[in-house]
Nanobody, 120 residues
Framework: VQLQASGGGLVQAGGSLTLSCAAS????????MGWYRQAPGKARELVAA???????NYGDSVQGRFTISRDNAKNTVYLQMSSLKPDDTAVYYCNMVYRTRAFSPSREYWGQGTLVTVSS
């Protein structure tokens, strides 16, 4: 199983950036995908998550600025980030809850992370 994240980089405050994360490998079904982030010296926190049915959940600090979406056919999740602030600077990690076979226990997998830097 792999999670390939892309789209990180350097952006000025107020700008926009879109992250994508594609899942591949021995996957029977994905129940949820999401993004977490970890800034230096801080704990990892939820940015946004989306389940198969389309319901979403956002961290309080990004509500109204970030939008998560998912292409189920491509096993890919996107994070559109706008009105970026220097406080959004962090390593962003893609997360997936999935099954390798029907009715098998759910598993969780983390991608390697992509760095987002917002300059003031």
């Amino acid at each position: 199983v792999q999670l390939q994240a892309s789209g990180g980089g350097l952006v000025q405050a107020g700008g926009s950036l879109t992250l994508s994360c594609a899942a591949s490998g021995s996957i029977s079904g994905i129940s949820a995908m999401g993004w977490y982030r970890q800034a230096p010296g801080k704990a990892r926190e939820l940015v946004a998550a989306i389940v198969t049915g389309g319901a979403t959940n956002y961290g309080d600090s990004v509500q109204g600025r970030f939008t998560i979406s998912r292409d189920n056919a491509k096993n890919t999740v996107y994070l559109q980030m706008s009105s970026l602030k220097p406080d959004d600077t962090a390593v962003y990690y893609c997360n997936m809850v999935y099954r390798t076979r029907a009715f098998s226990p759910s598993r969780e997998y983390w991608g390697q992370g992509t760095l987002v830097t917002v300059s003031s």
